[in-house]
């Protein structure tokens, strides 16, 4: 279902509910269609069973608080964070324990194999961690000599 007129709100329990044509949806969960290259557009509002009941094109044409409560949501669902520098790799090969720094602070990570580095563009890395903890390179040209240098040896 894709529809432009539905209302957003949470229930006593921190729960998205989803209001449209009087209709109630509860336990509602928001999904990126493309969450590292347009993370505002194409999001899907699912129900519980998974089944898209809102199309969302542009998180810009929502109003202010239904905006909010969708970031709020993404933001305690999601968690990636972002490597702005690498400080240190135990070995080159594989396991490796890596000292990064990122958006959420200093973080220690271990690959496990260079396949877990993913590339999504000509400048962007995602490194899934032996956690299961997705980090991102949002690009690889904006990071100091020093973290390309360390990081060219496992691409």
Same mark, same amino acid.
């Given at each position: ?65 239904? &905006?909010? +409560?969708?970031?709020?949501? #993404? ?10 520098? !690498? *400080?240190? $790799? ?27 580095? &993913?590339? +999504?563009?000509?400048?962007? #890395? ?10 991102? !390179? *949002?690009? $690889? ?15």
């Amino acid at each position: 279902m894709t529809t432009t007129h539905f209302e957003l709100s949470r229930d006593p329990h921190g729960r998205l509910v989803l209001k449209i044509d009087g209709r109630l949806y509860d336990t509602i969960a928001p999904v990126r269609s493309f969450p590292i290259s347009a993370a505002d557009e194409g999001i899907a509002l699912v129900g519980p069973d998974g089944a898209e009941l809102v199309w969302i094109d542009n998180m810009a044409d929502l109003p202010d608080g239904t &905006r909010a +409560l969708l970031e709020d949501e #993404l933001a305690s669902r999601e968690f990636m964070p972002e490597i702005k520098r !690498i *400080r240190h $790799v135990s070995s080159f090969a594989t396991p490796s324990h890596w000292q990064v720094e990122t958006n959420r602070g200093a973080a220690t990570l271990l690959l496990k194999a260079e396949e877990d580095i &993913r590339r +999504l563009s000509a400048n962007t #890395l995602l490194i899934a961690d032996a956690h299961s903890v997705q980090y991102l !390179i *949002r690009d $690889v040209t904006s990071l100091d000599r020093v973290s390309r240098r360390l990081l060219d040896h496992f691409l």
